[in-house]
């Protein structure tokens, strides 16, 4: 996913997660992707196939989605499903192929 996620004509990547304890509000999503080009933005919560979000990020991630903002929780897989579901990647046989706006 790095050429989704790679440049300035694309996504612009704002890390939240630290791998220090933090003083930042519990529940913030791990990242947050930003794509002027398309006018689009979206919360990540990055998680195992096994994780579970705490129960800061179930409320964050509400008033998220109250809002009108897009949030993903889940595995890079579900990073991925988000992007197929938006246009912006399409699966191919061997791998993703970026649709260039």
Same mark, same amino acid.
Not at 2 to 31: C, E, H, N, W, Y
Not at 61 to 79: F, H, I, N, Q, S
């Given at each position: 996913?790095?050429? *989704?996620?790679?440049?300035?004509?694309?996504?612009?990547?704002?890390?939240?997660?630290?791998?220090?304890?933090?003083?930042?509000?519990?529940?913030?999503?791990?990242?947050?992707?930003? #794509?002027?080009?398309?006018? #689009?933005?979206?919360?990540?919560?990055?998680?195992?196939?096994?994780?579970?979000?705490?129960?800061?990020?179930?409320?964050?991630?509400?008033?998220?989605?109250?809002?009108?903002?897009?949030?993903?929780?889940?595995?890079?897989?579900?990073?991925?499903?988000?992007?197929?579901?938006?246009?912006? *990647?399409?699966?191919?046989?061997?791998?993703?192929?970026?649709?260039?706006?």
């Amino acid at each position: 996913m790095a050429s *989704v996620f790679g440049d300035d004509r694309d996504f612009k990547i704002v890390r939240l997660s630290q791998s220090r304890a933090t003083m930042q509000t519990p529940g913030i999503p791990d990242r947050r992707y930003y #794509m002027p080009k398309r006018r #689009m933005a979206v919360w990540w919560e990055a998680k195992t196939a096994i994780g579970r979000p705490s129960a800061f990020q179930v409320a964050f991630r509400a008033t998220c989605e109250a809002c009108g903002e897009e949030y993903v929780l889940g595995t890079d897989e579900a990073l991925t499903d988000w992007l197929v579901g938006k246009g912006i *990647v399409e699966r191919l046989p061997n791998g993703l192929r970026v649709n260039r706006a």
